[in-house]
């Protein structure tokens, strides 16, 4: 059965600092792995996608790593802003189908404080 | 154009009304979903329309029907909803037979069932 694992399930810290979200998936044919941001009520924004050959990707303060070989990733969060406080949820996508099956990670709760 | 909209943003009604939520997108992606969410839970994949054909059902109860009528417009048509019912509902695109893009999503609409 395909999973994907966040962790930690929430997380507070203070503007300014930096911090580190994990998710580990068991999906097969892997074909990408997306970082979406939610706010409340709102629709996930993508943050990064990944495919199997690529093991960083930036996109301004975020930084995601990916380890095809342990299944792996992190979304790196720099210079914490308090807009930054949201959900991040790790969304693996399936091969083998023309459309490709998400397999949803239960998302990472992060509050910035001031 | 690199959105997915959805309209209404909020919706109330009865749970004797008849409603329809809308989602449009001008990217040309071939596919297109219907996602359900909960509070503080990841998206629950409901339709899949893959060139303007229903793909996917992943058992969604009968009160809810999807229609594509055409490549760039998906609707959901509601009828006799329960309170529980009450959640976002998330509209997506994708490229069909890409997979290195993955999905494109509405800012969703919030429907509370009295």
């Known amino acids: 059965k395909n999973q994907v694992e966040q962790s930690p399930q929430s997380l507070i810290i203070l503007e300014g600092k930096n911090c580190t979200l994990q998710?580990?998936?068991?999906?097969?044919?892997?074909?990408?792995l997306r970082w979406y941001k939610q706010d409340t009520g709102r629709g996930p924004v993508s943050l990064t996608i990944m495919t199997f050959s690529e093991n960083t990707k930036s996109n301004g303060r975020y930084t995601a790593t990916l380890d095809a070989d342990t299944k792996q990733s992190s979304l790196h969060i720099t210079a914490s802003q308090l807009s930054d406080s949201a959900s991040y949820i790790c969304?693996?996508?399936?091969?083998?189908?023309?459309?490709?099956?998400?397999?949803f990670g239960q998302g990472t709760i992060l509050t910035v404080h001031p | 154009d690199t959105e997915v909209t959805q309209t209404p943003k909020h919706l109330v009604m009865g749970m004797t009304n008849k409603k329809s939520l809308k989602c449009e997108q001008h990217m040309g992606h071939r596919a297109m979903y219907w996602y359900k969410q909960k509070a503080k839970k990841p998206p629950e994949l409901m339709f899949v329309?893959?060139?303007?054909?229903?793909?996917i059902n992943e058992s969604v109860p009968s009160r809810f029907s999807p229609e594509c009528p055409n490549s760039s417009l998906l609707n959901l048509h509601l009828h006799a909803l329960q309170p529980e019912d009450s959640a976002l509902y998330l509209c997506?695109?994708?490229?069909?037979?890409?997979?290195?893009?993955?999905?494109?999503f509405g800012s969703g609409t919030r429907l509370t069932v009295v």
């Open positions: 998710c580990n998936y068991t999906v097969s044919p892997f074909s990408n």
């Open positions: 997506a695109s994708s490229q069909v037979a890409v997979p290195t893009y993955g999905y494109t």
């Open positions: 329309y893959s060139y303007e054909k229903l793909s």
């Open positions: 969304v693996v996508r399936a091969g083998g189908t023309s459309y490709g099956k998400l397999t």
